[in-house]
Antibody
Framework: EVQLVESGGGLVQPGGSLRLSCVAS????????MDWVRQAPGKGLEWVGR??????????EYAASVKGRFTTSRDDSKNLLYLQMNSLKTEDTAVYYC???????????????WGQGTLVTVSS | DIQLTQSPSFLSASVGDRVTVTCRAG??????LAWYQQKPGKAPKLLIY???TLQSGVPSRFSGSGSGTEFTLTISSLQPEDFATYYC?????????FGPGTKVDIK
């Protein structure tokens, strides 16, 4: 069974940092691109960023709202995906989901499996 | 960025009703559109990808159509478990934007 489990959320002050983790199981993690998506309380979904696989040099993409502050990385040996979040703002408060990307290329760039999410609260 | 709009933003329907949700893209995205269902407190679930392909395990009462800038999600006969919020997402160009969502509620 494909499973994604996020952890690392919590309360952090504005300007602080937090690292989220997502552990994958039930599929060959190293083959897949992985995305981060967030959802502010009572709001819609916002795509945050992408981690490509080794075959695509582990390159990344980010939404403009987090670019320069957030960094996604991965450890294929441990089936782990990370989101390092720096210079956090109150507007970063959200549930953060990791999600598996079906395949490489735009046509297959949809998200076919999601974790349960982890809540990040940025507040003083 | 490619903007997505959804209509309606909210709809009230009864069990057995046929329901249609529309997603419009600010520019052409070919058929690179996915639909997700989200229930309160739960993660989104993939329903439809490449505009019209049903994800494995999703009931056949769900269908998708469209290409270019206009897309629809149809539920042929609404079931109690279908009351949820539905989001479209374009995967044609970064950033991969989502629509604002359509909440389907019980009449």
């Amino acid at each position: 069974e494909v499973q994604l489990v996020e952890s690392g959320g919590g309360l952090v002050q504005p300007g602080g940092s937090l690292r989220l983790s997502c552990v994958a199981s039930g599929f060959t993690f190293s083959d897949h691109y992985m995305d981060w998506v967030r959802q502010a309380p009572g709001k819609g979904l916002e795509w945050v960023g992408r981690s490509r696989n080794k075959a695509n040099s582990y390159t990344t993409e980010y939404a403009a709202s987090v670019k320069g502050r957030f960094t996604t990385s991965r450890d294929d040996s441990k089936n782990l995906l990370y989101l390092q979040m720096n210079s956090l703002k109150t507007e970063d408060t959200a549930v953060y989901y990791c999600a598996r990307v079906r395949g490489s290329g735009y046509v297959l760039s949809f998200l076919d499996c999601w974790g349960q999410g982890t809540l990040v609260t940025v507040s003083s | 960025d490619i903007q997505l709009t959804q209509s309606p933003s909210f709809l009230s329907a009864s069990v057995g009703d046929r329901v249609t949700v529309t997603c419009r893209a600010g520019q052409g995205i070919s058929n690179s559109l996915a639909w997700y269902q989200q229930k309160p407190g739960k993660a989104p679930k993939l329903l439809i990808y490449t505009a019209s392909t049903l994800q494995s395990g999703v009931p056949s009462r769900f269908s998708g159509s469209g290409s270019g800038t206009e897309f629809t999600l149809t539920i042929s006969s609404l079931q109690p478990e279908d009351f949820a919020t539905y989001y479209c997402q374009q995967h044609n160009a970064y950033p991969f934007t989502f629509g604002p969502g359509t909440k389907v509620d019980i009449k």
